[in-house]
């Protein structure tokens, strides 16, 4: 079993900037591939980003590339989304994953643990 809390989120300007936190517990979480997906209202939770168990290897939505980064931490069990130079499109609650598929995908469906998830809201 894997346990997520997510911190981080609120409220900022567009063009602003935040930082995600998710801090995991549970047995051999460090082996899990980690993801952040958003959800906003009315809409389909998405995908955002994903980052392998060693760190090394990472994925991005396309509407994130080049202003939010995916982090890990193994020693400390966390992992971060920074997020720089935030759209008011980016408005949603925010949710950190754990994935145990040894196949990398993107679809909700196939994570296997989640967070509550936190407010991010984005000012026009």
């Known amino acids: 079993q894997v346990h997520l809390v997510e911190s981080g989120g609120g409220l900022v300007q567009a063009g602003g900037s935040l930082r995600l936190s998710c801090a995991a517990s549970?047995?051999?979480?460090?082996?899990?591939?980690m993801g952040w997906f958003r959800q906003a209202p009315g809409k389909e939770r998405e995908f955002v980003a994903r980052i392998s168990w060693s760190g090394g290897n990472t994925y991005y939505a396309d509407s994130v590339k080049g202003r939010f980064t995916i982090s890990r931490d193994n020693a400390k069990n966390t992992v971060v989304l920074q997020m720089n130079s935030l759209k008011p499109e980016d408005t949603a609650v925010y949710y950190c994953?754990?994935?145990?598929?040894?196949?990398?995908?993107?679809?909700?469906?196939?994570?296997?643990?989640w967070g509550q998830g936190t407010q991010v809201t984005v000012s026009s």
């Open positions: 994953a754990a994935q145990r598929s040894v196949l990398a995908t993107t679809a909700p469906k196939m994570w296997d643990y």
């Open positions: 549970g047995r051999t979480v460090s082996s899990y591939r």
